[in-house]
C-alpha cells in the first residue's frame, strides 16, 4: 500500500517522477483520463487551510472521484475515539484519506489501521505536497532544480524546512537554511539527514547571495500560538529587498502562503514576486493530482 507521509521516505525517482507527473496534468487540466473514477476520498483537518484544502477538492473532482470534509469536531475522534477504530471503519468505506494534523504518528497511525493511501497535508514535521508543488514551479522557471542554489530563510526546524531538507537529500541540490540559532535543526536530525549539500547558517545573506530560488514560511507555524517571544529572534530573517540585493539576478522568491506582510516578508517583496508565489500557489493542484493518481494505482 502506498502513502505520501513525508518527503524523507520518496526516492529521488518517485519525486522527479511526481513532478513531471504534475507537469502533465497542468498541461491537460481536463484530461478524460479520470483514476479516481468510483472512488470516494474522506479529508480529515485539524488546522486551517485555504489552499490545501481547495486543492484537494478540485483535484479529486477533476481526477472523477467523490471527497468527503471532516472536521475533528464533527467526527467521535474529536470526542475520544481512537484513531485506529477511527481508521479501520474509514478504510472500509472510503479509498484515500488525506490529512492534515499536528503530530505525524496519527498519520502512520491511520495509514497503518486504515489500510487505504494516506496523504499527509501538512503535520508539525513535513509538508510533501508543498514541496512537490514548489519543485515543479523550479522546474517550470529555472528548467530544473540541479545545479542551482535553493536558500531557505526562516524557522529552521519547522514542516517546511524539514520537507526542504529531505528534499535536497533526495534531490542532490545545494540548500543553504539561514534561521536562528535557537530555530536551527539539531543535530541529532542533521546526523540522521547526512546532507554535505545541505549548509545551516544563522547569518541570511549567508543564503540569499547567488542563491536561484529563495523560500521562506511562517515565523509561528500552527499550533505555536501564544509563542510570540519567538518572532523577536527572527527581525533580521525577514525578506526584504536588502536581503535580496546579492541573490542571482534571475532568482525567484517562493512562500507557501499564508503569508505576514511585515514579519517574514516585506509587502514590496512579496507584491514583487507575486508572479511565482501564485504560480506556486497553483501548483498544489497539479501536484497534488500526480499524487492521488499515483496512490490510486
Ligand atoms: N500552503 C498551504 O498549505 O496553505 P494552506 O494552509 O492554506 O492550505
Ligand atoms: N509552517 C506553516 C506552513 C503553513 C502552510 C505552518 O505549519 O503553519
Known amino acids: 500500500m502506498k502513502h505520501l507521509l513525508t518527503i524523507e521516505e520518496q526516492t529521488p525517482k ?67 475515539e481512537p484513531i485506529k477504530d477511527t481508521a479501520r471503519v474509514m478504510g472500509r468505506m472510503l479509498h484515500g484519506l488525506i490529512i492534515r494534523t499536528f503530530a505525524q504518528q496519527d498519520l502512520i497511525d491511520f495509514a497503518e489501521w486504515g489500510k487505504i493511501p ?17 519543485l515543479l514551479t523550479i522546474q517550470e522557471i529555472h528548467g530544473s532544480w540541479e545545479g542551482k542554489k535553493i536558500a531557505f530563510i526562516g524557522d529552521g526546524y519547522s514542516n517546511m524546512s524539514i520537507s526542504w531538507m529531505w528534499a535536497a537529500k533526495h534531490l542532490g541540490f545545494e540548500l543553504v537554511l539561514a534561521s536562528p540559532k535557537r530555530y ?46 519567538k518572532e523577536a529572534l527572527f527581525h533580521s530573517f525577514q525578506l526584504n529587498e536588502l536581503l535580496l540585493k546579492q541573490a542571482n539576478k534571475d532568482h525567484i522568491v517562493l512562500h507557501c502562503l499564508p503569508a505576514y506582510r511585515g514579519k517574514e516578508i516585506t509587502e514590496e517583496v512579496l507584491e514583487h514576486h507575486s508572479e511565482s508565489i501564485f504560480q506556486q500557489a497553483e501548483n498544489r493542484l497539479h ?10 494505482i
Open 14 to 80: 518517485t519525486l522527479s517522477d511526481l513532478v513531471n507527473s504534475a507537469a502533465d496534468f497542468k498541461l491537460i487540466r481536463d484530461s478524460h483520463d479520470k483514476p479516481l473514477e468510483g472512488q470516494t476520498w474522506g479529508m480529515i483537518f485539524n488546522k486551517a487551510s485555504t489552499r490545501t484544502r481547495l486543492s484537494f477538492e478540485v483535484g479529486v473532482h477533476e481526477l472523477g472521484g467523490k471527497v468527503i470534509f471532516l472536521s475533528t469536531n464533527d467526527l467521535q475522534l474529536g470526542r475520544g
Open 118 to 134: 494516506v496523504i499527509n497535508a501538512l503535520t508539525d514535521e513535513e509538508h510533501p505536497c508543498q514541496i512537490l508543488a514548489d
Open 184 to 229: 536551527q535543526p539539531p543535530a541529532s536530525f542533521l546526523e540522521r539527514l547526512d546532507a554535505p549539500n545541505v549548509r545551516i547558517t544563522d547569518i541570511p545573506l549567508e543564503a540569499t547571495s547567488n542563491a536561484d530560488v529563495i523560500n521562506t514560511d511562517v515565523w509561528l507555524s500552527m499550533g505555536q500560538e501564544g509563542q510570540e517571544e
Open 287 to 296: 501536484a497534488q493530482k500526480a499524487v492521488l493518481a499515483w496512490l490510486s
